[in-house]
Nanobody, 115 residues
């Protein structure tokens, strides 16, 4: 059973940086995309950034210019570098991996940005 484990969340002041990482417990084959979503209290889960198997990345407007997503195909890991964090970035961040067989989700990691 594949598990995705996120790490790197925490408490940071506005303007600070955090790096989130996500690793799969076992090898996932035929990955089409890897992504980060977030969900703030009372809000729906939203896409933050996504990267395809070919390395093409797309970002939510709120993340453009501040966040960078990257992946390691050999290690089945995806990373989200978050800079210039704002209080509105506070949320639980979830890792998502889509393969030809399934869509996998992590349990989430809390990011809290204080003003």
């Amino acid at each position: 059973q594949v598990q995705l484990v996120e790490s790197g969340g925490g408490l940071v002041q506005a303007g600070g940086s955090l790096t989130l990482s996500c690793a799969a417990s076992t090898r996932i084959f035929n990955i089409s995309s890897m992504a980060w979503y977030r969900q703030a209290p009372g809000n729906q889960r939203e896409l933050v950034a996504i990267i395809t198997s070919g390395g093409s990345a797309n970002y939510a407007e709120s993340a453009k210019g501040r966040f960078t997503i990257s992946r390691d195909n050999d290690k089945n890991t995806v990373t989200l570098q978050m800079n210039s964090l704002k209080p509105e970035d506070t949320a639980v961040y979830y890792c998502n991996v889509v393969s030809s067989m399934w869509s996998y989700w992590g349990r989430g990691t809390q990011v809290t940005v204080s003003s």
